[in-house]
């Protein structure tokens, strides 16, 4: 019998996935430690969809998502580094002071320039918002999408942060890739009339929850309410937004 993992393609597939699983095995080990990033992270999934609702042009948004960006990755540095520090030696050092004080001013830095930021891109529409000048604006089908699955991501990162089980790509409450796969199947019912590819579209999210369970990575519980997650996330955005 042929063993496909010994296959180039299959093999280098599978080698990406270990460190992907290992990398967001960090964010969420970041998350479950550090009080300060789990806050960036309901900071960051608040002004995104504050974002959406506003109705920020694509330059904008894009320059938000990047400062967001740069605040939760320089707090996670912080944290990586405060970590080897505590590694290296318990005693007090000045050094090793210095070296958490200096990492922890870079968050602080990258914190006030992302508020500076979002004070400019955001005030004069929050002015208009206060004067009453403000619709729900209307979003292609394709942007709402995007912004659905990093929705899910960061809704899956801090659910199980919270429960404290289980991997990011192995395992745990609720299943990220349950979660994902029904909220393409969402966003595929909302931009295609052909029944053929709906229809397609809920067998394959269908067989990649149902993965889970034959693979036993996940519980029934797990993928259901990671189903029920991409669903219900999915559909709220392309109800309000959707033109």
């Known amino acids: 019998m042929v063993n496909l993992s010994n296959w180039p393609v299959i093999s280098i597939f599978s080698r990406w996935f270990t460190a992907a699983n290992n990398a967001t095995e960090g964010i969420l080990q970041a998350v479950k430690t550090q009080p300060h990033l789990k806050f960036h992270l309901l900071a960051s999934f608040s002004v995104l969809l504050g974002c959406f609702v506003i109705g920020l042009d694509k330059y904008e948004f894009a320059l938000i998502a990047m400062i967001t960006i740069v605040v939760i990755v320089t707090e996670m540095f912080n944290s990586a580094l405060e970590a080897v520090v505590d590694l290296t030696t318990q005693e007090f050092k000045l050094l090793a002071r210095t070296a958490k ?95 053929w590819l709906i229809g397609l579209g809920l067998l394959g999210a269908i067989l990649i929850a149902a993965s889970r369970l034959r693979l036993k990575i996940h519980t029934f519980r797990d993928v259901f309410f990671g189903a029920l997650l991409g669903c219900a ?11």
Request: charged share 5%; aromatic share 10%; hydrophobic share 60%.
């Open 101 to 195: 004080d200096v990492s922890a001013g870079a968050v602080l830095i990258s914190a006030i320039g992302a508020l500076v930021i979002a004070y400019l891109i955001l005030g004069p529409h929050l002015v208009n918002i206060w004067l009453g000048f403000y619709r729900v604006p209307r979003h292609a089908a394709g942007n709402i999408a995007l912004l659905a699955l990093i929705m899910i991501m960061l809704i899956v990162i801090l659910i199980k942060s919270h429960f404290g089980s289980g991997h990011p790509l192995r395992g745990g409450f609720p299943s990220g890739h349950s979660a994902s796969a029904f909220s393409l199947w969402i966003s595929l019912v909302h931009v295609t009339v052909n029944p």
């Open 233 to 243: 996330m999915t559909l709220i955005l392309f109800k309000v937004f959707f033109h």
